[in-house]
């Protein structure tokens, strides 16, 4: 079967799938628009496959913030591919393209499959949030927040953010707007302690999930870093197993520094997965297929503006099928 | 780190040069290839990179490069300049009105730093120029926005103008500029929300703003790491809005930030301040020169140096410079710079600044807690005087008596002994950019393009 009709089928095949491919398309509107209209212009402008043709899509990639590692290889591999299935045509080429598209998200990695939060039931589970300034730590952490209610879980938020001016009031105010409750200190006193009383609260109140909110760092300062290993050697010596997760916020209009965030957040605090934040924008946060497939981090979720609820799980195949859904749907007609 | 700098990845190309004597138009062509690599790598946008690249390969084909004798030095020389002319000089200089207040405007995107930057703007104007600023709190949208610009306010003892949530920040601008006038502050930043480019409705606010308020300055406040969508950002606040400047921040991380170079191709404006740190005295002066350097790979040597030069009076400068020069530096000089430089500020920003210096295996993992610091001292206390001036002469005996003396394991003994060894080679090279900068090259391949 071929790789536009198992993805059609998945789409079509329920409805519930459906609905997230919808959303997928709505929210990537923008980066599907300017993605796969750019190389549907590319196999309009070129018949043949010939070195131009590769050339532009090496710059719909790269613009695409994929990352020149990354284009090369899949450059490389697609003409090997080319040649192999003796393409001559352009239109023939597209469903190759995606398809080592999905393949470098996944690498080797067989299921293909959409990567849930690792949540226990019945039981607390603990997240760290953490990432560098600015790039929507508290604001995922208020929209997962209204997800996890909505779902019938009990959450408490800790205000673990107690150094940047006006964050611990931000996060209330997301706690306000959720109705779940928040654990503070006062401004400048220790993380640790607070992400403590916050387990021991989230305990007490028999939640389902806690939350915890860090202040952004670059990941350069080594310091903060520790001070980020220590607050999480907090949460594991409260709960066994915990934290259940830690979730790597990252920008997506970051460029290629996104790979240094992923390696050096992860050796600190073993990152379990990504939000990619403000794909609402023109951005595409294209490094997520390089961190997938060279550090083995599953984006978890998509964030797609400031609302509470524009959160999205994130489904690679999803999201490519968003990139190309424009012709997909040529191919299936 | 996956980035090499342009000076690595010309090497191999030159290597190859050298055995041939003679250079091609197809190794001027390759070489221009590495040079396109090395820009995309530090995110400078494709479409910039590729005018640049068309220039670069014209000076190079031409006589410049193919008949020096040193044509890697030559390419590199050449990306150099066009490079800083691309960036254009050094610009900070921020307007003053005719009749007070002067009035700045803040935009930019979502979490690219605008609060915090208004505070560092304000404590620079008051600290540098004498002035009395008002803050502007005109974020009505992103929770407790404006309680962190209060905060800020509270530390810096200046006011800010708020009208809390439920106001048009148009009315909260044009009430807080009569306020400022009554209460005679010579400076108004307004701190707007932030907003994406593509978002209608909000630059539309902002466009309001200007023409109500007319202002004299607007920063386009940007991440530095932000990659190749730069352009597009830059280019619509800059239509929309018509800039006057842009303030790059979180500059002290480790990107390259070559969206420096993208924004200033697409605005023409001069970026004119640089964010190096959270707190509100580390906004800086934009070096356009040092910035080529850093997307180049090239390290920020000379914002160290200057950091040095700041932190530690004139004599002694010279004397660390000295001791840096002669390839005899031992453990006693290593002892006595460990409380300059930490004089200087977290070590691991200054590590940050020198080329290659997280590419160095031993260093990377350095960590710098003072814990650490009373361990490696220790340690070299342990050291007979012997072994201070010529660490050569350790073996398993004396490294397993220093361990003991100092309570540490002989592990770590090793590790200091081998960081010891990194951190002669890294003075080196930095000493090395150094002479090259006053004329007198450096031998071989370091760095040669200053
Ligand atoms: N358009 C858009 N904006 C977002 C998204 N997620 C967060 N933001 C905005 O980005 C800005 C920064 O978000 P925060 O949640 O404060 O980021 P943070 O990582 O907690 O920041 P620090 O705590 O300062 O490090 C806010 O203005 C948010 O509203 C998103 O998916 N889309
Ligand atoms: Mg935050």
């Known amino acids: 079967m071929s790789f536009f009709k198992k993805l059609k089928e998945k789409f079509t095949g329920n409805d519930e799938k459906e609905e997230v491919s919808d959303k997928y398309k709505e929210g990537l509107a923008k980066t599907r628009g300017s993605f796969s209209g750019k190389i549907n212009d590319l196999i309009a402008r070129y018949r043949k496959v010939d070195e131009d043709f590769f050339e532009d899509l090496e710059e719909i990639l790269i613009s695409a913030d994929v990352g020149m590692a990354t284009v090369m290889d899949l450059i490389d591999e697609l003409k090997m591919e080319v040649k192999r299935q003796n393409i001559k045509d352009s239109e023939q080429v597209r469903e190759v393209i995606s398809e080592k598209l999905v393949e470098i998200y996944y690498g080797d990695e067989t299921a293909q499959e959409v990567e849930q939060l690792n949540l226990k039931d019945g039981e607390l589970s603990v997240v760290l949030f953490v990432g560098v300034n600015g790039v929507g730590k508290t604001t995922t952490i208020g929209k997962l927040a209204h997800k996890l209610t909505q779902e019938g879980k009990k959450v408490v938020l800790a205000a673990g953010d107690t150094f940047r001016a006006g964050a611990i009031e931000q996060l209330e105010i997301w706690g306000e707007r959720v109705g779940v409750e928040v654990i503070k200190h006062s401004a400048g006193s220790d993380p640790a302690a607070v992400i403590y009383d916050g387990v021991q609260a989230a305990k007490s109140r028999q939640a389902d999930v806690l939350l915890c909110d860090t202040a952004g760092r670059l990941q350069n300062k080594v310091n903060l870093m520790n001070e980020l290993s220590k607050v999480k050697r907090v949460i594991e010596r409260e709960i066994p197993g915990a934290p259940h997760e830690v979730l790597l916020v990252l920008d997506a209009t970051t460029g290629q520094n996104a790979m240094s965030q992923a390696k050096t957040f992860q050796e600190a605090t073993d990152v379990t997965g990504i939000v990619l934040t403000k794909l609402d924008g023109t951005a595409k946060g294209g490094i997520v297929l390089a961190i997938r497939n060279e550090l083995h981090i599953p984006v978890k979720f998509v964030g797609l503006g400031e609302k509470m609820t524009d959160l999205q799980s994130f489904d690679a195949q999803a999201f490519v099928y968003g990139l190309f859904s424009d012709m997909l749907e040529e191919v299936n007609e | ?450």
């Open chain 2, 1 to 450: 780190m996956a980035f090499e700098g342009l000076a690595d990845r010309l090497q191999n190309t030159i290597q190859r040069i050298k055995g041939k004597g003679k250079v091609t138009e197809q190794d001027v062509k390759e070489m221009t290839r590495e040079v396109r690599l090395a820009l995309l790598e530090a995110d400078v946008n494709f479409k910039v990179v590729k005018d640049f690249v068309a220039r670069v390969k014209e000076r190079a084909i031409g006589q410049e490069v193919m008949e020096s004798l040193t044509p890697g030095q030559q390419v590199i020389k050449v990306v150099k300049e066009e490079l800083t002319a691309l960036m254009g000089g050094e610009q900070s200089k921020i307007a003053v009105a005719d009749r007070p207040p002067t009035i700045i405007m803040m935009v930019g995107l979502q979490g690219a730093g605008k609060t915090t930057t208004t505070g560092k703007l304000a404590n620079l104007l008051r600290k540098k120029y004498n002035r009395n600023p008002m803050l502007v709190a005109a974020d009505v949208y992103r929770p407790a926005a404006i309680n962190q610009l209060e905060t800020l306010g509270k530390q810096l003892s200046m006011p800010v103008f708020s009208l809390g949530t439920d106001r048009d920040p148009v009315d909260i601008a044009n009430q807080a500029i009569e306020k400022a006038k009554a209460d005679h502050n010579d400076y108004v930043i307004i701190d707007t929300a932030g907003r994406l480019h593509v978002d209608g409705d909000l630059m539309q606010e902002l466009k309001q703003i200007k023409t109500d308020v007319a202002p004299d300055e607007i920063f386009l406040v940007v991440d530095a790491m932000t990659g190749q969508d730069a352009v597009n950002v830059a280019e619509s606040f800059n239509e929309q809005l018509e800039l006057t400047g842009v303030i790059l921040t979180k500059l002290d991380g480790d990107t390259r930030g070559g969206a420096a170079l993208s924004i200033k191709a697409v605005t023409e404006k001069p970026i004119k301040f640089a964010g190096m740190g959270e707190k509100l005295d580390e906004l800086e002066v934009f070096h356009p020169e040092r910035m080529a350097s850093r997307i180049l790979g090239m390290g920020d040597v000379l914002s160290l140096i200057e950091k040095a030069q700041d932190n530690i009076d004139e004599k002694r400068a010279k004397e660390l410079e000295e001791k840096m020069r002669s390839a005899s530096f031992t453990f006693d000089d290593f002892l006595e710079q460990m409380s300059q430089v930490r004089n200087m500020g977290p070590l691991e920003d200054l590590l940050g600044m020198l080329p290659g210096a997280n590419k160095m295996k031993g260093l990377k993992n350095v960590q710098f807690d003072e814990k650490q610091i009373s361990h490696v001292e220790a340690i070299i206390q342990s050291m007979t005087k012997k072994e201070r001036q010529d660490p050569s002469v350790m073996n398993a005996s004396r490294k397993k008596r220093i361990a003991k003396g100092s309570g540490r394991t002989v592990s770590e003994v090793n590790r200091l002994l081998k960081q010891f060894d990194e951190m002669k080679k890294m003075m080196k090279q930095m000493t090395n950019m150094q002479k090259g900068k006053k004329g007198k090259k450096g031998k071989g391949f370091n760095f040669p393009f200053m």
